[in-house]
């Protein structure tokens, strides 16, 4: 008989406070998701038409521990029935995931349980794992949100090749700021979705920065430019002041410059696809939440024979589940020391 029967199953509290979403979740070892609490701070950023970071610091230091609680609570789990804890340190604002930095090393410490150190790009990747229910990797992994547009050969779950970036703005940032020249408010991203389903896409030609580059990178802030004049009705010099425009304009403005955004990026999957051979493709991150992106991404894999994967909604868009991706560190041994610090760059500082 074993004299030390496991009745329970591994459990693991995962904390992500990398930009301005508060965020906890317990996922067990199978990666079934017990809670996920997120607390957002949309309304506190609103006025400013992004994320101020000083505000969110704060908001995150009022809102972590509640979070946590609500977490363990919801999972009707106890501190002490926890295995490890994982938590994002990089990339993101310094001051947001210094929060949640430290509240993840002292529960580790005070537990007695092992920290584990997460990419929040890497966890967005993860969350298509999750999804699936079963192994993904290798794949072709496009990461788009707010801060990055990244694409990778995913080897396996923790062994990315970085192929081709943003050399400019991410395709979030050129949601939300075609959003806020379009007067449709913040987080741009849903706001340009929900007025494109009443436009006409074909009605502007917007450029598609490096369509027909061989590289795999990816350039968004002419494509902004670009709206900006159409807005302006102006095509050069600086414009001033925006002028008020009719509902349906806004609309087709919307919707032209969600599918030229839509089109970059569903390009360059395949471009992607056909360099490494992959036939899995992986797609995570808040703008693949997107309806029109999963629409043609699910399109173009059906002509390619590629099995797309992608996260449900609440998943693309920050929460702290993902960070289960702590399993795959800890099954290969990598644990993090106690003197972790954060890093807002993607690359590990040594
Ligand atoms: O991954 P995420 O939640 O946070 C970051 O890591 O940045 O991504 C946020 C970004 C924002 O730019 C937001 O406008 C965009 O994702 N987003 C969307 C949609 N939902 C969120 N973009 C396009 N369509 C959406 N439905
Ligand atoms: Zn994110």
Redesign the pocket.
């Known amino acids: 008989m074993n004299r030390f029967p496991r009745t329970a199953p591994d459990l693991l509290l995962a904390i992500e406070s990398?930009?301005d979403e508060t965020a906890a979740a317990v996922v067990d070892r199978r990666l079934a998701i017990l809670s996920n609490v997120v607390s957002s701070q949309t309304e506190l950023h609103r006025r400013y038409g992004g994320v101020v970071p000083e505000i969110a610091s704060r908001a995150h230091v009022r809102r972590i521990i509640p979070a946590i609680d609500e977490a363990l609570r919801t999972a009707g789990v106890h501190l002490n029935e926890l295995t490890a804890v994982a938590v994002t340190s990089r990339p993101g604002l310094v001051g947001s995931l210094l929060v949640g930095l430290t509240a993840a090393k002292t529960l580790a410490l005070a537990l007695g349980i092992p920290l584990v150190d997460v990419s929040?790009v890497e966890a967005?990747l993860y969350a298509c794992r999750m999804s699936a229910g079963q192994e993904v990797f290798p794949a072709v992994g496009l990461v788009v949100?707010?801060?990055h547009t990244l694409l990778y050969d995913c080897v396996s779950a923790v062994d990315f090749e970085l192929l081709g970036s943003t050399i400019d703005d991410a395709a979030?940032?050129a949601?939300?700021k075609g959003a806020k020249l379009l007067g449709l408010g913040y987080?741009?991203?849903?706001a340009?979705?929900q007025a494109a389903q009443s436009g006409d896409a074909r009605a502007v030609c917007f450029p598609r920065p490096l369509i027909d580059s061989r590289r795999l990178d990816f350039s968004f802030s002419g494509l902004k430019t670009a709206l900006l004049y159409a807005v302006s009705g102006s095509s050069q010099g600086r414009v001033v002041e925006l002028p008020d425009l009719p509902p349906s304009r806004v609309c087709d403005l919307a919707a032209s410059y969600q599918e030229a955004i839509v089109d970059v990026l569903v390009a360059k999957c395949r471009q992607a696809l056909a360099c490494t051979q992959r036939t899995t493709l992986c797609v995570g991150?808040?703008?693949a939440?997107?309806?029109r992106l999963r629409q043609r991404l699910s399109q173009m894999c059906g002509e390619t024979l590629t099995e797309l994967v992608l996260a449900p909604p609440e998943l693309c868009?920050?929460n702290a589940a993902m960070a289960a991706l702590a399993w795959e560190l800890l099954d290969r041994g990598v644990v993090a020391p106690l003197d972790l610090d954060v890093t807002p760059g993607l690359l590990r500082r040594r």
Do not use: K
């Open positions: 990398s930009c929040h967005h949100s707010g801060g979030g940032e949601f939300d987080p741009g991203g849903p340009i979705q991150g808040g703008v939440a997107n309806g868009t920050d």
